[in-house]
């Protein structure tokens, strides 16, 4: 019985060590600032939501907001980290944020923002960049989606 529960801790601290993100990717996309830094995102959603918090601007309450989307981004140093989808005060995008708060991921379209933490707990834009390639997924289609058709003069319908 000992030799299981050491087994089982070994295989645990290796599935953290290897960075177990807890969802799964479904597109991946790159993205390319004017200079040339580029930002891989690899957007995906987990089985069960993940619960994190905001301050309400009105009330000034934390509250809780739950969801199952999350990214992991790959900076342009190497270095990766998982953010999940989080309240956006945004006019539009999806705003995500890791759990420590270090990090925040705007996607808003073809485009995305990178913020990074301050001391003071505002945060500084340190990227911002433009869809350069967004690799073929092996994802089939889903049935909800229609066909689009050309009629006879060759307009969509």
């Known amino acids: 019985m000992l030799r299981f529960v050491s087994i089982a801790f070994v295989a645990?601290?290796?599935?953290?060590?290897?960075?177990?993100?807890?969802?799964?990717?479904?597109?991946?996309?790159?993205?390319?600032?004017?200079?040339?830094?580029?930002?891989?995102?690899?957007?995906?959603?987990?089985?069960?939501?993940?619960?994190?918090?905001?301050?309400?601007?009105?009330?000034?309450?934390?509250?809780?907001?739950?969801?199952?989307?999350?990214?992991?981004?790959?900076?342009?140093?190497?270095?990766?980290?998982?953010a999940w989808r989080c309240m956006n005060f945004e006019r539009s995008g999806t705003m995500y944020r890791t759990d420590n708060g270090r990090w925040m991921f705007h996607a808003n379209g073809f485009t995305s923002s990178l913020y990074e933490r301050r001391p003071d707990g505002g945060y500084n834009l340190v990227f911002n960049g433009v869809l350069c390639e967004a690799p073929k997924s092996d994802r089939t289609g889903d049935d909800k989606w229609r066909k689009m058709k050309k009629d006879a003069k060759g307009k969509w319908r």
């Open 12 to 82: 645990l601290a290796l599935a953290a060590a290897g960075g177990c993100r807890g969802f799964d990717i479904a597109q991946t996309c790159i993205f390319a600032d004017e200079d040339g830094n580029v930002v891989t995102v690899g957007y995906g959603s987990a089985e069960k939501p993940h619960t994190n918090t905001y301050v309400n601007p009105f009330t000034k309450q934390e509250m809780e907001f739950n969801s199952t989307l999350a990214v992991e981004v790959e900076l342009p140093d190497g270095d990766s980290f998982v």
